[in-house]
């Protein structure tokens, strides 16, 4: 069974400062899709990143990255220059198929 | 155009009452979805619509009845709720199923059932 794992409940950054939400998953499939999503506190939950599992270069999105390692099945964000904007529930999500699973989430703070 | 919206923002009902859910994209996606959101808890799937037709019901009770009136519409009727159904519900929709990666969200309709 496919499940998605954030081992990281909550986690906090000083502004400006890099942070790393960790992100694994378990799946028996060769092709499949890897997100980011985000989500402020009462505000719409958007996508902050996407990874194809084919690719093996990393994703980039201006000040969000992704290092993501197949065969460990990890996939980690790096959220660099840190915004208060920027603090969230952040989901990682998986896809394969007709299938899309989230991760439980986890709760970022921003420190000014 | 990358939106997803939907109506009402905000339901409060009484557990006897009939209400619906409404969502609308207008990006040519295919497939649409329906998830129920708990406070600080992932999304879960309920419903997923493809090409207007019902493909995937993850076991939803039926009080719950979704209806895909045309591509671009998704409703979710509501008919007498428990108190525990109240969350976000959140529509979804992408170009495919299957391998179509991102999904874009509505802003939800926070119901309340008492």
């Known amino acids: 069974a496919q499940t998605v794992t954030q081992s990281q409940p909550e986690m906090s950054v000083q502004e400006a400062e890099t942070v790393t939400l960790s992100c694994t998953y378990d799946?028996?499939?060769?092709?499949?899709?890897l997100f980011w999503y985000k989500q402020p506190p009462s505000r719409q939950m958007i996508l902050v990143i996407r990874q194809e599992a084919y690719k093996q270069q990393n994703a980039t999105e201006n000040r969000f990255s992704v290092n993501f390692q197949k065969a460990a099945k990890s996939f980690s964000l790096k959220i660099s220059d840190s915004q208060l904007g920027d603090a969230a529930m952040y989901f990682c999500a998986y896809e394969a198929g007709n299938q899309f699973y989230f991760g439980t989430g986890t709760s970022l703070t921003v420190i000014p | 155009d990358t939106e997803v919206t939907q109506t009402p923002k905000h339901l409060v009902m009484g557990m006897t009452n009939k209400k619906s859910l409404k969502c609308e994209q207008h990006m040519g996606h295919r497939a649409m979805y329906w998830y129920k959101q708990k406070a600080k808890k992932p999304p879960e799937l309920m419903f997923v619509?493809?090409?207007?037709?019902?493909?995937i019901n993850e076991s939803v009770p039926s009080r719950f009845s979704p209806e895909c009136p045309n591509s671009s519409l998704l409703n979710l009727h509501l008919h007498a709720l428990q108190p525990e159904d109240s969350a976000l519900y959140l529509c979804?929709?992408?170009?495919?199923?299957?391998?179509?990666?991102?999904?874009?969200f509505g802003p939800g309709t926070r119901l309340t059932v008492t």
């Open positions: 619509y493809s090409y207007e037709k019902l493909s």
């Open positions: 799946t028996s499939e060769s092709d499949y899709y």
């Open positions: 979804a929709s992408s170009q495919e199923t299957g391998l179509a990666g991102t999904q874009y």
